[in-house]
């Protein structure tokens, strides 16, 4: 079916009202003298139209079946520390940066404006099909600019200065108590797990971040939840988000000008977890206004101050949570239990720390910041530039994506000693240790991404995290048997089954 004329000529200006966007952040730098052209930057070389994509092409290609994470480290030794990938299909310039003082020098100056494109069916969602409820509010995911800038500044004292901790911890960790009741009733039920223990680590993370973003519990701990449950829609919904988000926008897709399936599917998707997360707004709301009575500020949660900005942003804000923090969390506790089940002397260590009454649960933290470095949720981080860059004597033009490819530069020997190595320990011990993380320079590692415009869930994903792997450790003895986890990359890293976990009750 072909889009009608509106509907094309509606998104012709809803992509220009989004260059536009990105253009009024642009200050006309001249391009200094004496600097190499962007097109002299080494890369792949490019074809009309398809630009460098015949290199993917299995036979005839050089990348065959590498899956990102080989590609940037074979664009590294072939091409060096500045490397081009011309636009395909209409896409913006890429250039990886491998440095960590050019990173350092570009996402600096992109501070006053940082732009991050992506999610272009969902921007395209909230400004052209939302346009009448939504109108002069946009959200963090899609927005730049001054309408990012606006928002985010409106959301940031809900969710950065509340005391998370003493708000949140009593229930989040009553929720990590019902998954493990959960595992501990399933977990010899070892054919079913192998397959399904991503299904119930979603389960965990999509009940956690439902409560702060929608302010109640959603009963997804269970067997069964029947069809019509909003708590399956809603995972549902967060698995066809991400996978239908990567075959239309990553991949060749015309759904900017025909309606394709994907469009289709993808448009429900956006309008099913908008309803939910409307009714459960609402709800919310109507729960306030009954309790009758004012409580103190320290004490409100997150959805009540969002709610006493408007409506519509705590809607849109308890959407966005929905979209950030179930996978990314899942696959984080996930990459953390599972260094610990092939590292036992380290769980051993951890389980110790739990156990004892320190105040500082301090294991504890390095052992999450060291499963992050090895696998970031998002492998690099991007920014599109706004204005004249020139690094290592190259000129960068405004509009283009400039990638730091974090996760890669984590891994590399000259950071961390015995990178590939799950050692904790190098965020404890001091500066006279060649392990001392300190010694990576500070733009390597950033799974949580760069400057204001980082992760605004960091905070409440961490309290998540660390009241989960409190209960597992101190319940479970947790082994892997058979060949290491696979780790496939689309945009953002997922595990591939089997999930070869072992649980046995700790002593
Ligand atoms: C371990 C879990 C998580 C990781 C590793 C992670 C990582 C990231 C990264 C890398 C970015 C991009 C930052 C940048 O461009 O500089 C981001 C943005 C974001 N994250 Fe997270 N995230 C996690 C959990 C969460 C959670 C639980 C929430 C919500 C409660 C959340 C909400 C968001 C939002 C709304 C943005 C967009 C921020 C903006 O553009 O202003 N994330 N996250």
């Known amino acids: 079916m072909i ?31 004496g600097a190499k052209p962007f097109e002299s930057i080494p890369g792949l070389s490019s074809l009309p139209i398809i630009g460098p994509l015949h290199h993917f092409i299995p036979v005839i290609g050089s990348f065959g079946k590498e899956d990102l994470f080989d590609v940037v480290g074979v664009l590294h030794k072939r091409f060096g520390p500045i490397v081009k990938m011309e636009g395909v299909l209409a896409r913006a310039n890429m250039v990886f940066l491998f440095e960590p003082e050019h990173i350092d020098q570009v996402y600096r100056a992109q501070e006053v404006n940082p732009l991050r494109p992506g999610f272009e069916t969902l921007e395209y969602f909230r400004e052209v099909i939302k346009k009448g409820s939504l109108d002069g509010i946009y959200g963090l995911m899609t927005a730049q600019g001054e309408k990012w800038r606006d928002f985010r500044t409106k959301v940031n004292p809900a969710l950065l200065k ?7 911890a009593p229930a989040l960790d009553e929720i990590a108590h019902d998954i493990v009741e959960r595992i501990k009733k399933i977990k010899d039920e070892t054919t079913y797990l192998e397959t399904n223990f991503v299904n119930e680590i979603n389960k965990w993370s999509l009940e956690s971040v439902a409560f702060v973003a929608l302010g109640s519990r ?3 701990i269970t067997d069964e939840l029947t069809e019509d449950h909003p708590a399956r829609k809603l995972m549902q919904c967060g698995k066809d988000i991400i996978e239908t988000a990567f075959s239309i926008e990553f991949l060749p897709n015309p759904w900017k000008y025909i309606s394709t399936p994907g469009y289709r599917k993808i448009m429900r998707t956006y309008e099913t977890q908008w309803e939910i997360s409307r009714q459960y707004i609402d709800a919310a709301r109507k729960r306030i206004e009954q309790r009758g009575h004012d409580i103190p500020e320290e004490d409100k949660s997150i959805v009540e101050k969002l709610l006493a900005i408007d409506e519509r942003v705590a809607i849109l804000m308890g959407n966005e949570m929905l979209m950030a923090g179930i996978d990314t969390v899942a696959f984080t506790a996930t990459n953390m239990l599972y260094q610990l089940a092939v590292n036992p002397e380290k769980q051993q260590k951890l389980r110790e720390e739990i156990r004892s009454d320190v105040p500082h649960k301090r294991y504890m933290r390095a052992c999450l910041k060291e499963a992050l470095r090895l696998w970031h949720v998002v492998p690099s981080n991007l920014r599109r530039t706004d204005r004249d860059h020139v690094v290592g004597g190259y000129h960068i033009p405004p509009g283009v994506d400039v990638v730091a490819p974090n996760e890669y530069l984590s891994k590399l020997e000259k950071y961390y000693p015995r990178g590939k190595e799950y050692i904790p320990e190098r965020w404890l011990v001091d500066k006279t240790d060649p392990l001392y993380y300190g010694n990576a320079p500070p733009m390597i590692t950033l799974p949580f991404g760069f400057g204001i415009r980082s992760c605004i869930g960091r905070r409440i994903a961490e309290i998540e995290i660390e009241l989960f792997m409190k209960r597992m450790i101190d319940t479970f003895e947790i082994s892997w048997e058979g060949p290491p986890i696979k780790v496939v990359n689309k945009l953002t890293n997922a595990f591939v089954p089997p999930y070869n976990f072992r649980f046995k009750m700790a002593k």
């Open 3 to 33: 889009r009608n004329k509106t509907l094309s000529k509606t998104y012709k200006l809803f992509t220009l009202r989004t260059q536009e966007s990105i253009r009024n952040g642009y200050r006309d730098y001249a391009t200094p003298q």
């Open 162 to 168: 509340i005391k998370l901790v003493k708000v949140y």
């Open 218 to 220: 959603m009963g997804c």
